[in-house]
């Protein structure tokens, strides 16, 4: 199937890719004039030039998909500008449903988190449970935002939708902040770290970009949620479980109120200067502190996932950095 992909560049992203042309697809990457395509060039992927800021763009890159995978989002904890969170992850996901809905494709599979959950009243959560009152960082808040502009359309006006939720997701070459964590941890920079029982749950990227595509493919499934994540361990279960697989020494505990206030002070800095914090922003503080354990069994069930050993997924990424 012709299938119209956003964010085919990020880490995720450039798995899903590879998986539909393994699956026998034909992706069409929507990329903007400044991202790395080396990958996407690799597997020999149609490329358009556009944003899914720029709905013109994207219909006309849209065109006669039969698919969209929306993947394209603002993942960081801190932003000089905190606009670009609501531009590309509300705005810019309900451009890229509208899109969709005009250009009448039979699917939408669009990426979410976790997280967008909160802290619900009972955990592990499910696809069922309320979500819960607060979200405590910019990116899960507009994450929030764009699913329920995307729920709205669908039902309002039909757009046939799916919505995958992926927990922590780790594996070799991440770019992103779980990854540059390991990187540090591996490299003896993480002297410290606080909130060590909170409980999050962790998944192979592999198995997500799987998830993503047995989604698009899976019939009869329009208006599903799924949950991707097996793995739920606290923090310092994690820490132990990479110095095991690598040898680096573990972190200390650090006072948690410490810790808070410590972020708060430097993203406020960072905020008046412009200029990143130099240690953890107080969103990323939030967010662990207040984890993140759910039941992925659902897409076990229903999308066929073998979800892969959370030993193996440490040890690959580790291996990778080092």
Request: proline content about 6%; some cysteine; hydrophobic content about 40%.
């Amino acid at each position: 199937m012709k299938t119209f992909v956003t964010g085919g560049t990020g880490f995720i992203g450039t798995h899903v890719v590879r998986q539909l042309v393994e699956r026998g697809h034909e992706p069409i990457c929507l990329v903007r004039p400044t991202s790395e395509t080396a990958a996407l060039d690799s597997l020999g992927v149609t490329l358009v030039r556009g944003d899914v800021t720029d709905s013109a763009s994207l219909l006309a890159a849209m065109g006669d998909c039969d698919w969209v995978v929306n993947l394209a989002n603002i993942y960081s904890w801190w932003e000089p500008d905190p606009q670009i969170y609501h531009e590309v992850n509300v705005a810019g996901t309900q451009k890229v449903m509208e899109c969709a809905l005009e250009t009448q494709v039979a699917k939408v599979v669009h990426v979410s988190t976790a997280y967008v959950y909160g802290k619900p009243a009972t955990a592990p959560f499910t696809e069922d449970t309320p979500v819960g009152s607060t979200r405590p960082s910019a990116y899960t808040r507009t994450k929030y935002q764009g699913d329920l502009r995307a729920w709205q359309l669908s039902t309002e006006k039909g757009l046939p939708l799916v919505i995958v939720y992926p927990g922590v997701v780790l594996g070799a070459g991440d770019p992103k902040p779980t990854g540059r964590y390991i990187q540090r941890f591996l490299a003896g920079q993480v002297p410290r770290i606080a909130f060590t029982t909170a409980v999050h749950t962790y998944v192979h990227v592999a198995d997500v970009a799987k998830a993503i595509v047995c989604a698009l493919e899976k019939p009869g499934n329009i208006g599903e949620k799924y949950l991707v994540g097996k793995h739920q361990l606290s923090i310092q279960s994690f820490n132990e479980l990479i110095s095991e697989i690598s040898g680096a020494a573990l972190p200390r505990t650090a006072p948690g109120l410490i810790t808070l206030l410590m972020a708060t002070l430097q993203t406020w800095r960072a905020d008046w200067t412009k200029q990143p914090p130099k240690l953890a922003p107080l969103d990323y503080i939030r967010v662990i502190r207040d984890g993140c354990a759910f039941d992925g069994s659902k897409a076990e069930h229903e999308l066929g996932l073998t979800y892969t050993p959370i030993y193996d997924t440490l040890k690959e990424a580790i291996a990778w950095y080092q």
